[in-house]
Nanobody
Framework: QVQLVESGGGLVQPGGSLRLSCAAAGNIASITEMGWYRQAPGMQRELVTQITSSGTTYYLDSVKGRFTIARDNAKNTVELQMSSLKPEDTAVYYC????????????????WGQGTQVTVSS
């Protein structure tokens, strides 16, 4: 089993910045991808950003240029730096990882953090 532990989040005014962190722990053989999803009230969960073990990144169009994802493969952590935040960024943010565990024999599974609230408001 793998656990994703998130930190960060909170209330920030428009134009401000926040940093989210996520650490994966457990029977980890490798992590193919780590990233962040978000879900606003009444909306479906959407992928915000993702990074592979090789460093390839994806960003939702609406956050490009404002959000930056970074990963430490050795420590199995990922960080999301959010800048120039907008009210529409308000959501619960979930860390996500695609993990090959030491007991899965090459079978990857998805794991999720508990979610952290990000609120952008004046």
């Amino acid at each position: 089993q793998v656990q994703l532990v998130e930190s960060g989040g909170g209330l920030v005014q428009p134009g401000g910045s926040l940093r989210l962190s996520c650490a994966a722990a457990g029977n980890i053989a490798s992590i193919t991808e780590m990233g962040w999803y978000r879900q606003a009230p009444g909306m479906q969960r959407e992928l915000v950003t993702q990074i592979t073990s090789s460093g390839t990144t994806y960003y939702l169009d609406s956050v490009k240029g404002r959000f930056t994802i970074a990963r430490d493969n050795a420590k199995n952590t990922v960080e999301l730096q959010m800048s120039s935040l907008k009210p529409e960024d308000t959501a619960v943010y979930y860390c996500h990882a695609v993990v090959d565990t030491t007991t899965s024999w090459g079978l990857e599974s998805d794991y999720w953090g508990q979610g952290t609230q990000v609120t952008v408001s004046s």
